[in-house]
């Protein structure tokens, strides 16, 4: 099985400690130079048995280093007598004197661009490679997602095993996880999730991706909307893949423009001329309602709600689909007769409201704003009050379908009024238990966490995608990762809508 050589990137002077725990998946260590300052190779030596590489970006390159070109020079050339591989920027570092003293195979020739496309990216490659390195990056800004497509396009044009080449920015990220299946020989993450929040971490590269080993790929399937970076989809779906042997990759579509993603990733004939498909998209916040007009199809669920979660391609085209319903399904037993209010009236909110009304619920709809309520109200024939004036008191199933605690910014109305054996279910969750769920637990009550909300929506989206239930142990995996009798998880995250 191929692989791609994962780099660590670090932005302050890691502890020993730190460096002995590193998973020996890692084969380079990178010091970012201009954020950590100097650390001695001699020292990382000791503690890192792979390869050392160091950076010292300046400010045009997307790095902190402002100061003079003779200090500049001085720790360049002062670093290549310990690290195995100096950054070198095309713009500053390029001179006779640095060239002389730092040999090809120490060099790694780094170019930054604003967005371009791939014949712009074969053009600045070729004057960069007129200069002998061993590997060479080159790096361009990304604002759509559509961006990403250029990296892939000029890797697969040059087939070389010595050019990374990738979209920076959220936009792009999706990309970078591709471009090792196209020649990249590294594949960067950031050892402390803090440091860049928008980009990825080592952590999520190896347990999200499967990363260093590259599986076969046919197919792309993934989850788009803003933000996505932090969900744990990917990690879920990938997990999946691996454990059936499918051949697709799930990845973060950071979406600025919908319309765009439609009309370049979706129909665009990029992707299938790299090989890799588009097959499945989860959608979230905020394309549940916009991305219906682009569908050919839909079921009769989305009809009803006005919202799509999931599209899946069918005979060439799209069929949007909605798995929020599977949000209650967790509760089954409690749904037929039950006196249910649903917090919140989007996308999510309508179609859990739809499914427990069809289920023979007495359903309420709640939301902070007249506007939305009301709209949802007409649409599903349910009576709507707002937030400020709702009661919990009477209601034995309440569902939270809004982004309220996901921030430890309170519940979303208050518990004190809820009866004993009222059945709560939270669709938000995070890396603590929401003021919501502690404060039923808290309480006794009987309340369904955010993650196990996740799963089941993740199990149904994985059926629909690829035509086979994801295994069972999937899910059991992941909840040992978090504390004892709680689902959350030890990834880094923020809350995730999902």
Sequence with gaps: MDSVQVVAAVASPPSAETIGKLPEALSWLQVRADLSGDIPAAWLRNHFPGSLLYSLRNRSCGGAFDGSWNERRARLLAASSGYDLIELESESDLTQEVLGRIPPERRLLFQRTPACSASQLCASFAQLASIPARFYHLASAASKTSDGLQPLLFLKTIARRDVVALSEGECGLWSRLLTPYFGAPLLSGWLDSTTVPEDLTVEQLLGDYGFPALRPLKELN??????????????????????????????????????????????????????????????????????????????????????????????????????????????????????????????????????????????????RSMDRGNRAGTLLGLPFVTLSEFQARGFTLLVNATPIGRLNDGPPFALESLNSDAVIIDLAYGTSPTPLVSGILARGGTVVDGYDVLLCQVREQFRLMVGREMPDVIGQELAHCGPANLNWKSVRMEAIQV
């Excluded at 905020?286 to 050919?296: Q, S």
């Excluded at 006196?339 to 996308?347: E, L």
Aim: hydrophobic share 40%.
């Design 222 to 367: 993934g989850i788009a909307g803003n933000p996505v970076r932090q969900s744990l989809s990917p990690r879920l779906h990938n997990a999946g893949y691996r454990a059936i042997d499918y051949p697709a990759l799930f990845v973060p579509f950071h979406v600025e423009c919908f319309e765009d993603f439609r009309r370049e990733m979706l129909e665009g004939l990029s992707l299938p001329s790299l090989g890799i498909p588009i097959k499945g998209i989860t959608i979230v916040s905020p394309y549940k309602e916009v991305a219906m007009a682009a569908a050919e199809q839909s079921s009769s669920m989305v009809r009803k709600a006005a919202s799509t979660n999931i599209f899946v391609r069918k005979n060439g085209g799209w069929k949007a689909d909605t798995t929020d319903p599977k949000s209650v399904a967790v509760v089954n037993g409690h749904r037929k007769g039950a006196k249910a209010a649903v917090i919140g009236c989007g996308g999510a909110g309508r179609a859990v409201a739809a499914a427990l009304k069809d289920a023979g619920a007495e359903v309420t709809l709640v939301n």
